[in-house]
């Protein structure tokens, strides 16, 4: 170690610069290591060692370009070539103001134009790359997700997502991909590939777990009108462990925004019954579809086919659920559908009773009851909404059953 505190002898005869300042020490000595851990900080960098090692090849081939026209004695100074007639080439723009006449110039001239290639090649691929990194920084995907509002979140990552996140944009009338976020930790590589297709151009992403609050914040949640949990795609992991971050994800979903529509896809039973017994709006047990259909396909030929049409085979006619307008509320099923039949060629199938969430259905019973004055009736509504079963379907009602609120209208239909 030399005088020269915190730098060693090697460094300062591999910087000549710092020669004369071997010896001294004090306020000088600590100012020269300031200077000298800010060169070696920027020197550090790639971008920066790329651009120096451009400028100093260019520099050096206008030299030798300078040299090989003649040097001092030639038509054109060394300046001329340096910040003229070489960035004509440079540029591509077609001409220049000189023309070399000796082989060892030409010669030169031929390298020149080789690296001038790279050295463009250098400056896009540069500047393309921080525009790209710019635009995808995690902050301004953040950004953008924050001043969305009723959109869905998808977390978690299935195989065949780009066909999922299709259908529910041809299901879901006006929707559009910029009212989709998805949230996962994908490999960036696979989750690249699916951003830069043109079927979902626009639509939001977000990295990281979405069993931690700090995930679920970063999509908005709080302003999501739908999420559909579907946890990772992943032959690795136990469906059991699949699940359990499936529940946590809900149940911090549910915390966070509690009338958001909460959808859960799982593969075990027992994680179905902790989903429903939390209130999750909807639980998929895929298990529970594959052995009904199994089991029905065995007894009546051709159960599958049908299943397929009726949930949606393509052609457009699937079973959806309608909201029953105000106006139909105290009136006869057999009315409502001998209307849709007759004056929009709908099939009803039947109703679905208490649709929507929890926390919404409960408001509006409540609300109803509260404008009652009958103080008996008033406790028998607070009875039914401590009962009521959410999202409870009744297929083929009696023709006298009444219509009430909160209720929608199973349908067989184009889709609308």
Known sequence: MDNFTGVTYN???????????????????????????????????????????????YTLLCWAYWYAEGGPAGKKTFLDILLWNNINIVFSRGYTDYVPTTWPGRAVLMIFILFSMLFLSTIIGFVSSRINAYSNSPARRIKKVQALSNHIIIFGWKNDIKTLIGDILRKSGGLSTEDIVLVNNTPELKMQSLLMDKDLKGIHYIRGDFTEEQTLLNANIRQASTALVLGEAHESL???LVDSRIFVCTLMIKSLNPRCHVCALVQTERYRNYLEAQNCDEVIYTEEYSRYILSTA?????????????????????????????????????????????????????????????????HSILADAMKSSNYGEVIQKLKTVRDAERNHPLLNPPDDYVLGMNMGVIVLAEEI
Request: aromatic fraction near 8%; hydrophobic fraction near 40%.
């Open 238 to 240: 136990d469906a059991e």
């Open 298 to 362: 065995t007894s009546y030929t051709g159960m599958a086919n049908v299943m397929r049409a009726m949930l949606d085979n393509g052609n457009g006619i699937s079973i959806q659920i309608l909201p029953v307008e105000d106006a139909w509320r105290g009136r006869a099923y057999a009315e409502l559908s001998a209307y849709y039949k007759k004056e929009k060629g709908i099939l009803a199938l039947g109703v679905l009773e208490n649709m929507g969430a929890e926390k919404t259905i409960k």
């Open 11 to 57: 460094k300062i005869i591999r910087y000549p610069f710092l020669r004369p300042y071997r010896n001294i020490g004090g306020r000088a000595d600590m100012r020269v290591r300031k200077a000298f851990s800010k060169v070696k900080k920027h020197a550090s960098r790639s971008y920066l060692r790329a651009a120096l090692a451009l400028v100093g090849g």
